[in-house]
């Protein structure tokens, strides 16, 4: 059984199926995705749908969020976030096992077998988790005096990051592929019309050494940029 952990959608669908064909996905294979499924790319609904019925597991990225507050705020008679018209759309389109899917979406999963952990964004080094703050796990980028924050700032988190286990994640797609020593970042811009990445680790595989992890990462460029970086 091989794991096959997939960097940001956002709603490329045909993209998403392509990249599974070029890795031969089968039964066996267990799909994992580190966020922002959803938004911003053309076919939310059919992503959602593919990865349920794959029995795909995603981490809560900061698009999912952002629309789950929005609709929990107006269920309360409030008007919440206020969202663009990409998002508007996702809001209207979503069935309910879309929204059971979201709903279920844990900040981080760990892979005991990989020795990894799946966040969207990105950790707080040294933090334990039970003890890092959720906004960081779906929204950071770097590190300011030692705060997580969602701007880039002269490097990424990943940089002060030496520990255990690797992190996999994505959030970050001016960077592009991430290949650190401790994590690895895979949101390579799909969505702008840049490609979709996927990490391909063996059974029971710990991560590699970059250059040989380089080497189990399959890329499959976008069909066209769907919206400007």
Known sequence: MRTVIVGDVHGCAAELGQL???VSFGADDQLVLVGDLIAR???TPGVLELVRQLGGRAVRGNHE???????????RGEEGPRLGPSH???LAQLSSADWAYLDAMPLWLDLEAHALRVVHAGIVPGVPMADQ???ALVHMRSLRDGKPSDKRGSGVWADHYADEPHIVFGHNAV???????HATGLDTGCV?????SALVLTESQRVPNIETRRNQIVSIPAQRAYIKI
């Open 20 to 22: 599974l064909q070029a």
């Open 41 to 43: 790319g053309p076919d």
């Open 65 to 75: 969020q952002r629309v789950l507050e929005v609709r929990d705020a107006r269920a």
């Open 88 to 90: 508007e759309a996702v």
């Open 133 to 135: 703050d959720p906004w």
């Open 175 to 181: 960077d592009g592929l991430q290949l650190h020593a």
């Open 192 to 196: 702008y019309g840049g490609a979709l």
